[in-house]
Each structure stands twice: as structure tokens, then as C-alpha cells.
């Protein structure tokens, strides 16, 4: 099955047709197939054969989320975070003291290939204060109790079904009212394969509810 979850529809035909990669995981799950592909030291996380996380190139990114909002919050508590991907941006996370992490993510198949990336995300599930939940994360914001100092919202590309309704002014709303006071929005907005209209059009939506972003 390895070969059809390599995303040929997105990245194209390899040459030769062969899998030169050593599969690390694999995992049909109820809502996408899970791939882990190492090669060499690099490993990478594919969802219905697209890459959402590798121990590389998208690092910065996978970091920058949980270290970018400390600089203007340095003492927040409570982390909620949309999507688990490779679980280095809830590690990072649990890295600040007194810090609880949530993470809200769809396919349990995911959290289990984050293993696989032991070497970059500290292992966040071994710590007490972080907890996983298994749902879709607009669902779970709006059905929780719960206010935030931080929400991390990185879920995969808006262009992949399912994920767009977590780029509308209706989740940003959601989102602000699950917020504590000084609470932090951290969206991660693709800025590659995009039109300048549609990255316009997800940046005005959530400036309706957070002006100041």
C-alpha cells in the first residue's frame, strides 16, 4: 500500500517507481492513512501521502509556534493545540515550567507514528501535564469549559477536505471566546502553493475577530 500513500498526486511520479525509503510506520485509520518514511537521518510524517511534519526543513515552523507566543507571554499555563503532526510544538511547549498542553487531534493513528520523532519532541507523551485529545479541534473549542493563554492552531493545508472550516471567521470566533484575558491566537497559515488571494482571504477572516495579528 506504501506506494499510494506517497502523495504522487501532489509531489509527482519518483523515478523508477521505487519506494527508496525505509517505512518506518504505517497505519490505516479511520480518517487518513498515516505514513512514517525515513531516510537516512531525515524522517517525515505523511497524511494521505502529503508531508505534514519532518524532523528538518519545517523545524522552524514546528517550533516558532511554541516559542514565538512566549515572547510576548512568557508566563502562560494553559496550551490548547490544534493538531499533534510530529508533537514537537507540544514537547517545546511542555519544555516551559508549570505549563499544561492539550492537544486536540482527529486521527489517533497520528499520535501514534509521533514516536518516530522522539529525537525532536521531547516525548510528550511520557509527561504528566500533557494530555491528548481525540477530536476535531472546532468541535472540541466549542463544546470545552476550558480558557487558554495560548491556542495553537496547526492543522494541515486548508485545500485538504475537512481542515478549511479551521481557517473561517466562525472557528477565529470560537477561538477568542476560549481565551483567557492577554490570551494568544497562534495560527500557522501556509505561505507555499498558495494564491496571494487566498492567503488575503485567511488572514482578513481571522483580522475581523483578532485586530491586532
Known amino acids: 500500500p506504501y506506494p499510494n ?6 509531489y509527482g511520479y519518483q523515478q523508477g517507481g521505487k519506494l527508496n525509503k525505509q517505512v518506518a510506520f504505517f497505519k490505516e485509520g479511520a480518517s487518513c492513512n498515516v505514513l512514517v518514511l525515513k531516510e537516512g537521518e531525515h524522517t517525515s510524517l505523511r497524511v494521505n501521502g502529503k508531508v505534514d511534519a519532518t524532523n528538518g526543513g519545517d523545524m522552524e515552523t514546528q517550533l516558532g509556534l511554541a516559542y514565538f507566543p512566549r515572547f510576548l507571554r512568557p508566563d502562560a499555563r494553559n496550551v490548547l493545540i490544534i493538531g499533534f503532526g ?4 507540544a514537547g517545546t511547549s511542555l519544555l516551559f515550567p508549570n505549563t499544561k498542553v492539550t492537544c486536540c487531534e482527529i486521527e489517533p493513528a497520528v499520535f501514534a507514528a509521533s514516536r518516530h520523532f522522539a ?3 521531547h516525548s510528550p507523551e511520557h509527561s504528566a501535564d500533557f494530555s491528548l485529545v481525540v477530536d476535531d479541534g472546532r468541535s472540541y473549542l466549542q463544546a470545552t469549559p476550558q480558557q487558554y493563554d495560548f491556542i495553537i492552531s496547526e492543522p494541515s493545508n486548508p485545500w485538504i477536505a475537512g481542515i478549511a472550516n479551521l481557517y473561517t471567521k466562525e472557528f477565529f470566533a470560537i477561538a477568542k471566546q476560549k481565551l483567557n484575558p492577554n490570551g494568544l491566537l497562534v495560527q500557522w497559515i501556509q505561505a507555499y502553493s498558495f494564491s496571494p488571494s487566498d492567503f488575503a482571504m485567511i488572514v482578513r477572516s481571522a483580522s475581523q475577530e483578532f485586530p491586532h495579528c
Open 5 to 10: 500513500n506517497m502523495g504522487m498526486y501532489l
Open 86 to 89: 510530529s508533537g514537537t510544538s
Open 119 to 121: 529525537d525532536v519532541n
